[in-house]
T-cell receptor
């Protein structure tokens, strides 16, 4: 069985300050992990993914995430928040063993204060 | 242009009236999936398909049916819709192997069941 826990349902940061969105996962197999972003009334856009290569993954728009197996975490970070980053972010796990089954976290809404 | 299309984008119906939401992808992807998105619950997988004639249940399959007769199409069928199926539905597709498994999402179908 697999699961994803996004530790914060809402995060608020000031423009220009760092962003940290936390994600913990559990997986019976070596997982693939993803972060998606959803802007209001929009579809989902892939930010970045970890499959099995480098544990520090760089994505679009300055976001990155580090896969830490010992902590079962895949936190999303960005050095400096921009107003356009305000959106909902989803952490996603996909087991390599149960291969096609995908589990989304419940989402973290990021608010960026001018 | 690579894309996943869904139709209709918006649908209002009444309890018990059968409906089908279509999903089509033009990327020759093997894997397709349906999700529903509800506030505070993130996206939950309804059904997925690993190839033509191969489908399996996700986390919330009750009340839904799918079929995969052609590689490009993966319709979602609600035989007897109920108000608790009011939701935002997303279709997604991906290549299926670990290194190319980025899921591409459709624009979503907003369903209201009265």
């Amino acid at each position: 069985a697999q699961s994803v826990t996004q530790l914060d349902s809402h995060v608020s940061v000031s423009e220009g300050t760092p962003v940290l969105l936390r994600c913990n996962y559990s997986s019976s197999y070596s997982p693939s992990l993803f972060w998606y972003v959803q802007h209001p009334n929009k579809g989902l856009q892939l930010l970045l993914k970890y499959t099995s290569a480098a544990t520090l993954v760089k994505g679009i728009n300055g976001f990155e995430a580090e896969f830490k197996k010992s902590e079962t975490s895949f936190h999303l970070t960005k050095p400096s928040a921009h107003m356009s980053d305000a959106a909902e972010y989803f952490c996603v796990v996909r087991d390599s063993g149960g291969y096609q089954k995908v589990t989304f976290g419940t989402g973290t809404k990021l608010q960026v204060i001018p | 242009e690579a894309q996943v299309t869904q139709n209709p984008r918006y649908l209002i119906t009444v309890t018990g009236k059968k409906l089908t939401v279509t999903c089509s992808q033009n990327m020759n992807h093997e894997y397709m999936s349906w999700y529903r998105q509800d506030p505070g619950l993130g996206l939950r997988q309804i059904y997925y398909s690993m190839n033509v004639e191969v489908t399996d249940k996700g986390d919330v399959p009750e009340g839904y049916k799918v079929s995969r007769k052609e590689k490009r199409n993966f319709p979602l069928i609600l035989e007897s819709p109920s108000p608790n199926q009011t939701s935002l539905y997303f279709c997604a597709s991906s290549q299926g192997d670990r290194e190319r498994e980025t899921q591409y999402f459709g624009p979503g179908t907003r369903l209201l069941v009265l």
